[in-house]
């Protein structure tokens, strides 16, 4: 999907409008155990099309990107107006061989590291969610901003991952 940064923030954000993002997070994880319980591994490592990802991609994505996230606040927590480099998921999806990851390690790895972020960020004083980075790609964000495009994150993959299960 090509799109600008304003564009990608603009469909990501979307998906909370009107919902309580940290509610959001934490309710990510069970949604995946659920989504991918029962499902063959077969199922899940299968591509939808050749450029789109698995299921399986999907999950260990998720993961990695909470390592992310979780970096990424802890950065701007310890100096505020820090810079954030951008990564390329999609050569993180190739060279990090998702497709070979246990998509259940997947949604663990990424529980665990989304239970530590959300009990830090549950510590934060009012003034420490208006502290800030500025991402390489998507300039000045908040950690506020930070939370709000997380939760639409796992919006928008979960919403990915049921499609992909109601094709079959």
């Not at 999806?93 to 960020?121: C, I, M, W």
């Not at 800030?132 to 639409?152: D, F, K, L, P, Q």
């Amino acid at each position: 999907m090509n799109e600008t940064a304003q564009q990608y923030i603009q469909r990501i954000t979307a998906h909370v409008e009107g919902k309580q993002p940290l509610a959001v997070q934490a309710a990510t994880a069970e949604k995946l155990e659920r989504l991918i319980e029962g499902a063959p591994m077969s199922e899940l490592r299968k591509r939808p099309a050749a450029d789109r990802w698995s299921v399986n991609e999907i999950v260990a994505h998720l993961g990695d990107a909470e390592i992310v996230i979780g970096f990424r606040i802890r950065m701007i927590l310890g100096a505020p107006g820090v810079p954030m480099a951008a990564y390329d998921q999609d050569s993180w999806v190739t060279r990090g061989h998702y497709e070979q990851r246990d998509p259940r390690k997947s949604v663990e790895q990424f529980r665990v590291v989304r239970e530590g972020n959300l009990a830090l960020l549950k510590s934060l004083a009012p003034e420490q969610w208006k502290h800030y980075g500025v991402h390489s790609e998507r300039g000045r964000e908040t950690i506020e901003h930070i939370v709000h495009m997380t939760a639409g994150h796992d919006i928008n993959h979960l919403q990915q991952i049921e499609k992909i299960f109601a094709r079959k």
